[in-house]
């Protein structure tokens, strides 16, 4: 398992003004494998409030996830349903690997695989509350506004740098992009349909933390 990772700043709220002033410095504790549920459902849930960070040359950015989806084994709108293909290989790997790929041809969408090796089944990574690296989030998306930075799983990849070259990344390994460990308490996490899906769209697999100022997704979803 990774070592524990020492960031710069953390914050303690989620309204946008507070994020603007950090405070002490954290320690984020890598996610091992065993920290994660092999359940795609619980796992959604379980990731609510965990961090992403993604280590380039440039500098390292990070944030809370604060909301996910879940695309469970048998799930018609789940990218594994077709079966294993070149393309969602990595959705089959052992819980816990990165699975990237382009969304409707426009942006980059990462998820985390979340069954045991060989099942295929994913949880989408819907937006981030930024942590670290705020500066370098704001050049790559083009935009000031911190809950404009990572609120939705576009614009998460953007702001972490993440496209195809992080596809099948172990993200509970020592990769330059990893999961970590809470640093504050979640709050209460709401449950919704997903967004923007045909198939299975009344299922209540979406996951986010109530209240959060960096969520995707009409309002009436979000509360």
């Not at 440039?58 to 070149?86: C, K, M, Q, W």
């Not at 911190?146 to 609120?151: E, G, V, Y």
């Not at 967004?195 to 009409?218: N, Q, V, Y």
Request: net charge positive.
């Amino acid at each position: 398992m990774p070592a524990r990772r020492t960031a710069p700043a953390t914050y303690s709220r989620m309204s946008e003004m507070t994020l603007t002033t950090p405070t002490s410095a954290f320690t984020v504790q890598p996610l091992s494998r065993a920290d994660l549920p092999v359940d795609t459902v619980a796992m959604a849930r379980a990731l609510i409030g965990k961090t992403l960070t993604h280590e380039r040359p440039e500098g390292r950015a990070s944030g809370r996830i604060v909301e996910t989806e879940a695309y469970p084994v048998g799930d018609p709108a789940a990218h594994a349903f077709i079966g294993l293909t070149n393309r969602n290989r990595s959705l089959f790997r052992e819980r816990g690997h990165a699975y990237v790929y382009l969304g409707y041809g426009v942006s980059w969408l990462a998820n985390v695989s979340s069954e045991s090796d060989g099942i295929g089944a994913g949880v989408l990574l819907r937006a981030l509350e930024p942590l670290e690296g705020i500066e370098l989030m704001r050049r790559r998306r083009g935009r000031e506004r911190l809950a404009d930075l990572a609120s939705g799983p576009g614009k998460l990849c953007m702001a972490l740098d993440i496209h195809r070259g992080q596809d099948g990344l172990d993200l509970c390994g020592d990769s330059a992009l990893w999961l970590g460990q809470a640093v504050r308490p979640v709050g209460e996490i709401g449950v919704s349909v997903r967004i923007g899906i045909t198939k299975a769209a009344d299922k209540p697999w979406r996951f986010f933390e109530r209240g959060s100022a960096f969520l995707s997704g009409p309002r009436k979803l979000n509360l």
